[in-house]
């Protein structure tokens, strides 16, 4: 597939900046406007054209993407009357970019492949600022055939690009790392708020855990906040992470599974957005930990 045309649904952070790249590389865009129409509003200004359906947008494209933040998000756009699966042209391929879950992801490959087109999960990992460059990891899955036909535009998007397997593995694979991140990014950040509350320096625990085995890039992420004031080394919203979470344990009741880790990141994010810090960067749950030891 050279140069095809593509439909991008998502113009948040991350998917704005895989536009721009996208763009960057040729591509003839068409992409769906939402409430935040920045994203959007740049994407025309450089040649895009706006639908004002998914499925007009579907119908004029020979891939689409989606780049949202639940899985209701996705599902929404997918379904219904004006949906992406009503307009999917023959052997089109749907891409969705999002951390979904797995049992939603099989669900809609059923519906867009009795349309006669091919879903594929492809959840990313890196930043928006990765996105700009084409530097994201991708983490593809699904239909061979139809991957082969997409990976040179993956390409285009992601420095490391991974096929892992039938429809769903890409998702699942996506949780059980987001799990892993987000239960590591919340014992630093306690560990660093420990550290206050027994009068030791942050960076001198810091020098001390990251000369063994436990350093690793999210220690370094939490350091840059909890230690150098920076919380966008991790630019990810504890609302996100909570999200994630959430879903990683979906799955796990689905496959039957109890999941005992993952209540604590789950426990501490919920209560760190009820406490009104949904929004703020995960580094910064640091500040939530040292608030709590201090009563």
């Known amino acids: 597939m ?51 359906t998914a499925k007009e947008l579907a119908a004029a494209c020979d891939i689409v993407m989606l780049c949202m933040g639940t899985s209701p998000q ?40 009795a349309a006669g087109a091919t879903y594929l ?41 991974f096929h892992l397997g039938p429809l769903g593995s890409g998702h699942t694979i996506k949780l059980i790392n987001n799990f892993f991140a987000m239960t590591t990014a919340n014992a630093m950040a306690e560990a660093f708020a420990m550290a ?26 939490v350091k840059a906040y909890a230690v150098d004031g920076d919380p966008q080394m991790l630019a990810f919203a504890i609302k996100n992470g909570a999200k994630d979470v959430g879903y990683y344990r979906q799955m796990a009741a689905d496959l039957g599974a109890d999941t005992i880790m993952s209540a604590c990141a789950d426990s501490a994010l919920s209560a760190a957005i009820e406490d009104g810090r949904g929004e703020a960067m995960v580094p910064e749950m640091v500040d939530f930990y040292a608030a709590r030891f201090k009563g």
């Open 196 to 221: 206050d509350a027994a009068g030791i320096p942050r960076q001198g625990l810091y020098d001390v855990m990251s000369a063994g085995p436990l350093k690793s890039g999210m220690m370094d992420f």
């Open 2 to 52: 050279t140069q095809p045309t593509i439909g991008f649904i998502g113009l948040g952070l991350m998917g704005a900046a895989m536009v721009g790249r996208l763009q960057d590389k040729g591509y003839a865009l068409t992409v769906l406007g939402n409430r935040d129409r920045s994203g959007v509003e740049a994407a025309i200004a450089r040649g895009a054209t706006e639908a004002a």
């Open 74 to 113: 996705v599902e929404s756009r997918m379904r219904g009357d004006d949906g992406v699966i009503a307009g999917l042209k023959p052997d089109a391929v749907v891409i969705d970019f999002g951390t979904s879950l797995p049992a939603s992801t099989l669900a809609l490959g059923e519906e867009v492949a």
């Open 121 to 161: 999960d492809a959840p990313l990992g890196r930043t928006p600022s990765h996105a700009k460059d084409g530097l994201l990891n991708i983490m593809a899955s699904g239909d061979q055939a139809a991957y082969d036909r997409v990976k040179p535009v993956l390409e285009d998007l992601g420095e490391n690009v």
